[in-house]
């Protein structure tokens, strides 16, 4: 069997996707392949409500974790029904049935001690925190430690679940967030990365968490299957990617991605452009606006701004940069010094450009 070299990728002795992301994260023992993140974010809550007997999540206010009715409460919240500092569960799909949004508890990102008291009024239903340390859609601001130290504490004294949704953050430590962030997950669901480009999630865990899937002795407490899970396509392209996402790439890629954020940050600072990227590792998202982004809340373009930020999404498409509509992206690592470069000049001038043409 070709080994890799063949395509100049490194070689490693993990032979599946399963072992290489064991091998890198000691605390995922266990790893079932879903098709999308989606599936395994819905995957982690279904176990957790199995393990624990209990029916309700939390998650935070405007946290993106796929398209689960139960994580898609408080979405796309705004100042009109966000409610006061404990914020109000809103459901997001019409449709969605309006019991989701009683077995859906919503925490502010930053503020650990509205989320203890939340979580201590709710843990005798409270099967799961889902959590992701970076997450894009609440601002891309790494999550606080003293909003993680509450949040870990709540889940021992409890015994809630930890959900890290590692979908997208997982690329930020070689030995993935849960490890940068110090965090000791019961479930952790993964993503994008791990398929190289192809379709892929993952959800895993210690050994006695995932045994709720077990099905060699009968019926699990949790079924689970999929037509592509597992597909073997998916599993060489993630094997292939992470094999390339080596210690090394890791801390270059991080490097590449500091070196952007400051460059872009002190550019608009000097054309006194009210505009800043917030991010961390490889990852980064534009905001329209000078104040400190610590939340939802923070990071909410008014209206004005959401206009202005659609005109530089496309400004920098017709650059030959795609990033997400919001305005946020990711390194990746055949980029070099240079690409980073490129889109740092690309992004500040589709940002001067709007600003000029339609000041927010
Ligand atoms: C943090 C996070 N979780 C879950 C998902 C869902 O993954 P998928 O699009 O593969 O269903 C995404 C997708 O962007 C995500 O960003």
């Known amino acids: 069997m070709d080994d890799g070299t063949a395509f100049g990728l490194p070689t490693t002795s993990e032979t599946s996707l399963a072992e290489a992301i064991r091998a890198r994260s000691p605390r995922l023992e266990q790893v079932r392949f879903t098709s999308?993140?989606?599936?395994?974010?819905?995957?982690?809550?279904?176990?957790?409500?199995?393990?624990?007997?209990r029916p309700m999540i939390a998650k935070f206010e405007?946290?993106?974790?796929?398209?689960?009715?139960y994580v898609e409460v408080s979405l796309d919240s705004t100042p009109m029904n966000w409610g006061d500092l404990s914020p109000k569960s809103v459901l997001y799909a019409k449709g969605t049935h309006v019991s989701t949004a009683t077995d859906v508890l919503v925490l502010p990102y930053s503020e650990p001690e509205t989320c203890r008291?939340?979580?201590?009024?709710?843990?005798?239903?409270?099967?799961?925190?889902?959590?992701?340390?970076?997450?894009?859609?609440?601002?891309?601001?790494?999550?606080?430690?003293?909003?993680r130290e509450v949040i870990q504490d709540c889940c021992n004294r409890y015994g809630i679940l930890l959900v890290v949704d590692e979908v997208v953050s997982y690329r930020v430590d070689y030995h993935g967030a849960h490890a940068?962030?110090?965090?000791?997950?019961?479930?952790?669901?993964?993503?994008?990365?791990?398929?190289?480009?192809?379709?892929?999630?993952?959800?895993?865990?210690?050994?006695?968490?995932?045994?709720?899937?077990?099905?060699?002795?009968?019926?699990?407490?949790?079924?689970?299957g999929g037509t592509f899970s597992a597909n073997p396509l998916s599993m060489t392209a993630g094997l292939a990617a992470l094999?390339?996402?080596?210690?090394?790439?890791?801390?270059?890629?991080?490097?590449?991605?500091?070196?952007?954020?400051?460059e872009i940050n002190e550019q608009l600072r000097r054309h006194e452009v009210?505009?800043?990227?917030?991010?961390?590792?490889?990852?980064?998202?534009?905001?329209?606006?000078?104040?400190?982004?610590?939340?939802?809340?923070?990071?909410?373009?008014?209206?004005?701004?959401?206009?202005a930020l659609a005109k530089?999404?496309?400004?920098?498409?017709?650059?030959?940069?795609?990033?997400?509509?919001?305005?946020?992206?990711?390194?990746?690592?055949?980029?070099s010094n240079t690409d980073v470069e490129d889109l740092a000049a690309a992004l500040v001038d589709a940002i001067h450009e709007t600003w000029k043409q339609s000041p927010w």
């Open 274 to 307: 009210p505009a800043q990227v917030t991010g961390m590792s490889s990852l980064f998202r534009l905001h329209l606006k000078p104040e400190v982004i610590r939340n939802y809340r923070t990071s909410f373009p008014n209206a004005l701004r959401k206009t």
């Open 62 to 69: 405007g946290a993106y974790h796929g398209a689960y009715d």
């Open 312 to 335: 530089v999404h496309l400004a920098m498409l017709e650059r030959g940069f795609l990033m997400t509509p919001n305005c946020s992206g990711a390194l990746s690592t055949p980029m």
């Open 243 to 262: 094999q390339s996402y080596t210690k090394e790439a890791v801390v270059r890629l991080n490097r590449m991605g500091n070196t952007l954020r400051t």
């Open 180 to 224: 940068m962030f110090g965090l000791e997950p019961d479930l952790v669901a993964l993503g994008k990365i791990i398929g190289g480009g192809l379709p892929v999630g993952a959800v895993a865990g210690p050994a006695s968490h995932m045994a709720v899937f077990d099905h060699t002795r009968g019926k699990p407490a949790v079924s689970h």
């Open 36 to 53: 999308s993140g989606t599936e395994a974010v819905m995957f982690a809550v279904k176990a957790a409500r199995a393990i624990t007997g």
């Open 117 to 147: 008291e939340l979580i201590r009024g709710n843990h005798e239903r409270l099967a799961a925190i889902l959590l992701d340390p970076v997450a894009s859609r609440v601002g891309m601001v790494p999550m606080e430690a003293g909003v």
